[in-house]
T-cell receptor, first 114, second 115 residues
Framework: KAGVTQTPRYLIKTRGQQVTLSCSPI?????VSWYQQTPGQGLQFLFE???????NKGNFPGRFSGRQFSNSRSEMNVSTLELGDSALYLC?????????????FGPGTRLLVL | GDSVTQMEGPVTLSEEACLTI???????????LFWYVQYPGEGLQLLLK?????DKGSNKGFEATYRKETTSFHLEKGSVQVSDSAVYFC??????????????FGTGTLLAVQP
């Protein structure tokens, strides 16, 4: 079974631009979560989607948004990019969510904002 | 709120040495506990997990026991290899209600194993 895939793997943008990242979960998984990883703040939860609905949201500004499609694929969007948005963005999927389930992570998208 | 504290790194060991990475947590409910590993340039891989008190998770020679009385989930391995060099993250997930999949991570511990 294929793992979680994320595209693109690397991205360079300039301040003020917007960016869209994509995540394809493991086949059959309906829950998709997004995390931001930076050297200063570590790994932080952005949001979780299940059955095309945002089920949980972390403490990030409204510039960070996401959505999930009927095939469970998910996208996250960051508008008006700031230098501090440079990070590794990780997507994780699980069967239906719930604290006891294992989340399987993709390789991440590394975003650099200049 | 819920939080995870793990020991600062880097931890530098010689091959075949014993490893312990300390992890303690604060949670209002009854979390599931996880250890994830991140190799350079890659995403996170689940190493092991435990979903209730006194459970022991194990994988690839690594072990961790869910200790509710000390709110700890220390990672141990009896004999490390160079290939174990990576960053290790302790994490918790609130299991109450089942309607959330949010993981809270510790800061990560870099392990460097020398031949």
């Amino acid at each position: 079974k294929a793992g979680v895939t994320q595209t693109p793997r690397y991205l360079i943008k300039t301040r003020g631009q917007q960016v869209t990242l994509s995540c394809s979960p493991i086949s059959g998984h309906r829950s998709v979560s997004w995390y931001q990883q930076t050297p200063g703040q570590g790994l932080q939860f952005l949001f979780e989607y299940f059955s095309e609905t945002q089920r949980n949201k972390g403490n990030f500004p409204g510039r960070f948004s996401g959505r999930q499609f009927s095939n469970s694929r998910s996208e996250m969007n960051v508008s008006t990019l700031e230098l501090g948005d440079s990070a590794l963005y990780l997507c994780a999927s699980s069967f239906q969510g719930g604290g006891q389930e294992t989340q399987y992570f993709g390789p991440g998208t590394r975003l650099l904002v200049l | 709120g819920d939080s995870v504290t793990q020991m600062e790194g880097p931890v530098t060991l010689s091959e075949e040495a014993c490893l312990t990475i300390n992890c303690t947590y604060t949670a209002t409910g009854y979390p599931s506990l996880f250890w994830y590993v991140q190799y350079p340039g890659e995403g996170l891989q689940l190493l092991l997990k435990a979903t209730k008190a006194d459970d022991k998770g194990s994988n690839k020679g690594f072990e961790a026991t869910y200790r509710k009385e000390t709110t700890s989930f220390h990672l141990e391995k009896g004999s490390v290899q160079v290939s174990d060099s990576a960053v290790y993250f302790c994490a918790l997930s609130d299991r109450g209600g089942g309607a959330t999949n949010k993981l809270i991570f510790g800061t990560g511990t870099l392990l460097a194993v020398q031949p």
